[in-house]
């Protein structure tokens, strides 16, 4: 199960985690020396050069300045006497020491408190973690996830899950130091923890509801050939081990030779079947099974449906009045594991017509890719109850969110 998806992402973790090594072994390597180029001819005229004393120029004596005519000495002009200035008068007026404002006391200067000295890393802590650490910073996570990415989109993941895986990873391992021999392992652990965010838990036993209300209602709905009917039958024999009781509503008055297929499987497992003619209301039917339980003391309704595309706007309107009268406890979508995209797609354009509770998925154990089972419960914010794993009737397994895990190689 799943056996695609899972080679593809253990071929991609490992590309991823050896290119990461490379890359950081390349910057720690030390540089390779460079060799001097070996001497050519010119190299001894250049030492015979530089051996050889330089030449210094003799000095010569400067040339005699012409001679100058001698000037007479000019004597300076006498400076004037100077002017007498008369003594300052006293002022009559008493004289006042002006007030001196008080001085606040001086205060010693502030000590600065001193900072706490930062830990600082060793020279020798620097050096091993240089070697034995390595960072991924938020472009080289780009650039190594576009592989990744790929090979969701291969394996039918929806967008919106390769998005979260995306956001989960970069948030975990970028710009966060580990070890470089772990580098695999780190991947794998964070692409697990991002898988498993993906499953919505049920919240409910359905075995425990089922005790609780008689009867019970399940209404199964989905596209053509999803398998509900088989998945019906399966649940039915179920409820039998259980030692719960049951009975079918043929509600698929549409598609010719679906009450037959029914009644092939209730004859099988034991179980009653109520039914009206092809062309009659789906409703009715629904009710009168309801009806019938509720006389005989049965603890369970599995009612079938017809299979319906979201673009069918009569069908769509049929299934609607369905579950105005029959109110079920339960509505489930039944979608094939193995068409991937289409099923997550099929499952979301069913819960805005109506309101779904849970999702069986069907053909599990020969889908390959495993898309429909990482994506559905995410896309559509419903749990995945069961998983159908083979034609027998009690090939329906509970969904637990570790068999998706295994199979892709996570655990």
């Known amino acids: 199960m799943f056996k695609f ?21 390349a910057q720690v390597s030390p540089p390779v020396p460079v060799s001097p180029p070996a001497p050519g001819p010119e190299a001894g005229l250049e030492e015979q050069k530089r051996a050889e004393p330089a030449q210094v120029p003799a000095p010569q004596a400067p040339a005699p300045l012409p001679e100058q005519p001698l000037k007479p000495v000019q004597k300076p002009a006498p400076k004037p006497a100077p002017r007498a200035i008369p003594p300052k008068q006293p002022s009559s007026l008493p004289y006042r020491t002006p007030a001196l404002a008080p001085q606040p006391a001086l205060q010693p200067p502030a000590q600065p408190q001193k900072e706490q000295p930062a830990q600082k890393k060793g020279i020798f802590q620097k050096i ?11 472009q080289k996570f780009d650039e190594l996830f576009t592989e990744l990415e790929i090979a969701l989109l291969e394996g039918n993941v929806a967008i919106e899950v390769i998005e979260k895986i995306r956001d989960d990873l970069k948030r975990e391992i970028v710009d966060t ?7 695999e392992d780190i991947i794998t652990q964070n692409l697990k923890k991002s898988i ?41 024999r ?12 043929a509600a698929d008055t549409f598609r010719a030779a679906s009450i037959e297929q029914l009644q092939e499987h209730a004859a099988v497992l034991g179980i009653k079947v109520i039914r009206h003619d092809y062309g009659s209301d789906p409703a009715a039917v629904a009710f009168d099974a309801i009806s019938y339980a509720r006389a005989k003391g049965i603890d369970a309704v599995l009612i079938d449906t017809a299979g319906r595309l979201h673009s069918n706007t009569n069908l769509i309107d049929e299934m609607k009045k369905i579950i105005r009268v029959a109110k079920p406890d339960l509505t489930l979508f039944v979608g094939e594991s193995i068409t991937g995209n289409d099923c997550v797609e099929q499952a979301r354009q069913f819960s805005e017509a109506i309101p779904i509770d849970g999702i069986i998925l069907t053909k599990a154990d020969i889908d390959e890719k495993g898309g429909a089972a990482v994506s559905v419960s995410y896309v559509t914010k419903k749990p995945i109850l069961y998983l159908g794993t083979g034609q027998g009737y009690s090939d329906l397994q509970e969904f637990r969110p570790e068999m998706v895990i295994e199979s892709l190689g996570l655990s």
Not at 5 to 23: A, N
Not at 177 to 183: A, C, I, K, N, T
């Open 5 to 25: 998806l899972k080679d593809k992402l253990k071929q991609v973790v490992s590309r991823f985690s050896q290119q990461v090594k490379e890359e950081e072994a």
């Open 128 to 138: 091993t973690e240089r070697f034995t650490k390595t960072i991924i910073s938020s």
């Open 177 to 183: 130091p580990f070890s470089r021999g772990r580098v």
């Open 196 to 236: 498993s965010g993906l499953f919505i838990a049920p919240g409910v036993d359905l075995l425990a509801r089922i005790s609780g209300k008689k009867p019970f209602v399940i209404c199964f709905v989905g596209v053509n050939g999803s398998g509900k009917t088989t998945a019906l039958a399966k649940l039915g």
């Open 238 to 249: 179920l409820l039998q081990e259980q030692g719960k009781t049951a009975v079918f509503a």
